[in-house]
């Protein structure tokens, strides 16, 4: 069973472009979240979607979306790059509210850096 | 509220010793628990979780960790390191409302000496 697919796995931006990142989840799994990992912040949740709608979103400006596609494979985007943006941003899956909490999958992460 | 406490950020053992990384939580709810590592630039791996069943958890790479609602805590414990368990820990507690929430650790930081 393939895992958690993020890509690009590397990315060098500049301060004001914009990014797109890339998230297939686990066959099956129908909710994806995104993570913004950094040394300062540790992690912190970006958002959470579910059936192609977002479902939970964290504390981040307006700069900061996603989307998710009917296959469940979900993007993020991040436009006008700052400095501070620059960290590893992490996707994770999991399957259908089941009644047990099975926790996420996941992906080796995106490590994008802003110059 | 929901909260977790990761107790260390940083944690030294030998190789060979026992490693205990502790976790403390607050939850108004019942709590699923969860223990993630993370090795050098690599995503979150699942080691252990509870959820409600045995209080006694095991988990991969001889890993395990105990729930204690008394004293809210659910430290990971392994009896003897190795040099592979190098790795940052995180512990997560989880709770449902309407979809499930997770609040994660701010992580302990394993290192392993020769």
């Known amino acids: 069973k393939a895992g958690v697919t993020q890509t690009p796995r590397y990315l060098i931006k500049t301060r004001g472009q914009q990014v797109t990142l890339s998230c297939s989840p686990i066959s099956g799994h129908r909710s994806v979240s995104w993570y913004q990992q950094t040394p300062g912040q540790g992690l912190q949740f970006l958002f959470e979607y579910f059936s192609e709608t977002q479902r939970n979103k964290g504390n981040f400006p307006g700069r900061f979306s996603g989307r998710q596609f009917s296959n469940s494979r979900s993007e993020m985007n991040v436009s006008t790059l700052e400095l501070g943006d620059s960290a590893l941003y992490l996707c994770?899956?999991?399957?259908?509210?089941?009644?047990?909490?099975?926790?996420?999958?996941f992906g080796s992460g995106t490590r994008l850096t802003v110059v | 509220a929901q909260s977790v406490t990761q107790l260390d950020s940083h944690v030294s053992v030998s190789e060979g010793t026992p490693v205990l990384l502790r976790c403390n939580y607050s939850s108004s709810y019942s709590p699923s628990l969860f223990w993630y590592v993370q090795h050098p630039n690599k995503g979150l791996q699942l080691l252990l979780k509870y959820t409600s069943a045995a209080t006694l958890v095991k988990g991969i790479n001889g890993f395990e960790a105990e729930f204690k609602k008394s004293e809210t805590s659910f430290h990971l414990t392994k009896p003897s390191a190795h040099m592979s368990d190098a790795a940052e820990y995180f512990c997560v507690v989880s709770h449902f409302s309407g979809t499930y929430k997770y609040i994660f650790g701010t992580g302990t930081r394993l290192k392993v000496l020769a």
């Open positions: 994770a899956s999991s399957p259908v509210n089941s009644g047990t909490d099975d926790g996420y999958t």
